[in-house]
């Protein structure tokens, strides 16, 4: 079964601290991953993607990924973390098509708190 | 980057009614457009594909009598919401692929029934 896992519901960091949110994923196609942010209210914003290539993947904001095949994970880092980066971060895995294109799994989502 | 644009960002209906969501792709076309729907500190969950020309296909566990797709042209598709009750209150999000695949997102349409 094709599935997002995002092992961690809910993270704390404290300002300046880095930052690693986990996602490993199941998919029977080559994957086309994702790392979107959400915060209170509002729409999704793309922090990064993976295709092929360079499996460091470097994103907005500071923020970068890395692909590992072997251990069909794509995991969120960033060195630094501010206030507002405090939000809601999800996973997600599709399948890059050159017609209609796939629609995304998603992950349950991470929710980062960050303490002063 | 490609956009992807949903009317209307907000809307607050009573019991009963029909409410309609607008996703449109603004500059490029989309024969396929997924939606999406967000239960509070919840993931998004794929409802149904819509498809130019053709019926949208539905996820399992989605009415789609309740929950009626239109894909009237390459840039636009509609979510109509018949007969809305207060557990139909959500967070609904559009996407549309481009050409070569990649998924854009829209913004998100908060439905609130009352």
């Known amino acids: 079964a094709q599935s997002v896992t995002q092992p961690d519901i809910h993270i704390t960091v404290s300002e300046g601290a880095s930052l690693e949110l986990r996602c490993n994923y199941s998919?029977?196609?080559?994957?086309?991953l994702f790392w979107y942010v959400q915060s209170p209210g509002q729409g999704l914003q793309l922090l990064l993607k993976y295709f092929s290539g360079d499996t460091l993947v470097q994103g907005i904001k500071g923020f970068e990924a890395e692909f590992k095949r072997s251990q069909s994970s794509f995991n969120l880092r960033k060195p630094s973390v501010h206030w507002s980066d405090a939000a809601e971060y999800f996973c997600a895995v599709g399948a890059l098509s050159n017609q209609a294109g796939t629609a995304l799994i998603f992950g349950k989502g991470t929710t980062l708190s960050v303490s002063s | 980057g490609a956009v992807v644009s949903q009317h209307p960002s907000w809307v607050i209906c009573k019991s009963g009614t029909s409410v309609k969501i607008e996703c449109r792709s603004l500059d490029f076309q989309a024969t396929t457009m997924f939606w999406y729907r967000q239960f509070p500190k919840k993931s998004l969950m794929l409802m149904a594909t819509s498809n130019e020309g053709s019926k949208a296909t539905y996820e399992q566990g989605v009415e789609k009598d309740k929950f009626l797709i239109n894909h009237a042209s390459l840039t636009l598709s509609t979510l109509t919401v018949t007969s809305a009750h207060p557990e139909d209150s959500s967070f609904y999000i559009c996407?549309?692929?481009?050409?070569?695949?990649?998924?854009?997102f829209g913004p998100g349409t908060r439905l609130t029934v009352l």
């Open positions: 998919y029977g196609a080559t994957p086309y």
């Open positions: 996407s549309a692929p481009t050409s070569y695949g990649e998924q854009f």
